[in-house]
């Protein structure tokens, strides 16, 4: 018998095109405009996550000076930010290996704008490209080694002061959705 790989999600989030995620940090406040014309499926799950409120208390949980600050395991929500920041496991598992319990397809292949700037937002994944889920990251500077393999879905408009001050243990306070006209 075959292996059978279980079917990637497709988020019901309909993509305007004018979103701006507002991130409601410990540290302050992040808004990024998403790429939905060049990540959709990353873009509405993003948003839909945010709009279920999935991300509201996780934590930051990885941390790597002048590369990435990486969010959205779910494994941290019941953790402090202390634990979290001593990298400890949790009740559900260690910061860093949760989802929401499926995966997307990756983008990065088809994203004509799939550039890992400084202040970049992009889904983290396993070995498998098409593995991404909850988790996302910020680029801490530029990171084009990342461009072949993972999908950049919105970039930073303000607060790069906020993203450069997160560190392991920081609290995602909340997620909300805006429209801004494209």
């Known amino acids: 018998m075959g292996f059978i790989r279980d079917a990637l999600y497709t988020p019901a989030y309909e993509v305007v095109g004018d979103e701006v995620a507002v991130l409601d940090t410990s540290q302050g406040t992040i808004r990024v405009r998403l790429d939905g014309a060049g990540a959709p499926v990353h873009v509405a799950n993003f948003c839909e996550l945010a709009e279920k409120g999935f991300y509201d208390g996780l934590k930051f949980h990885r941390y790597v000076p002048g590369f990435v600050i990486q969010g959205g395991c779910p494994n941290t929500r019941d953790m402090t930010p202390e634990a979290v920041a001593r990298g400890e496991a949790g009740p559900t598992g260690r910061p860093g290996t ?38 996302f990251y910020f680029c801490l500077g530029p990171q084009h080694g990342l461009d072949s393999g993972y999908t950049v879905f919105g970039q930073t408009v303000e607060g790069m002061d906020v993203i450069s001050a997160l560190r392991q243990g920081d609290v995602i306070n909340s997620v909300t959705i805006e429209h801004v006209g494209a």
């Open 98 to 135: 949760g989802g929401p319990g499926y995966r997307i397809r990756q983008e990065f292949t088809t994203n004509p704008r799939n550039s890992h700037e400084d202040g970049a937002l992009a889904m983290a994944r396993s070995m498998d490209p098409d593995s991404a889920g909850s988790q």
